[in-house]
């Protein structure tokens, strides 16, 4: 497991998912070789979000992005995406939490319909 500016952005990020949803189930999908830790994925009523750790990114992606609001502009990546929208967070950048927290919690709610 790689423990630098990655590790510290997931677990923050993975902080702000539980504070807006504390009854969120975390799972590891998707390990591999080039992955051996895999990708940590929230749902709650389905996908909210999985968090991809690469070189020089963190990437969040929220499975039904395009339909959730997004004053503060959080989504920085897959803006063209059918359906899906992401955040890339890069090491020196931080996300507002609190606008992160709300995305979650639209997210959950978009879920249970």
């Known amino acids: 497991m790689t423990t630098d500016w990655r ?3 997931v677990d923050t990020l993975r902080t702000l998912v539980t504070r ?3 009854d969120v189930v975390e799972e590891v999908k998707w390990r591999k070789p080039t992955n051996p830790d ?3 994925t929230f749902s709650s009523s389905g996908l ?3 968090l ?3 070189k020089d990114k963190v990437k969040v992606t929220f499975a039904k ?3 959730l609001p997004d004053p503060t502009g959080l989504f920085n990546a897959s803006l063209d995406a059918g359906t899906r929208r992401a955040i ?3 090491e020196g950048e931080s996300v507002d939490g609190d606008a992160f927290v709300e995305l979650v919690r639209a997210a959950v709610a978009l879920n249970r319909g």
Do not use: K
Request: proline content about 10%.
């Open 7 to 9: 590790t510290d952005t």
């Open 20 to 22: 807006a949803e504390p």
């Open 38 to 40: 895999g990708v940590p």
């Open 48 to 50: 909210v979000c999985t």
């Open 52 to 54: 991809e750790t690469y």
């Open 65 to 67: 992005g395009a339909s």
């Open 88 to 90: 890339d967070v890069r």
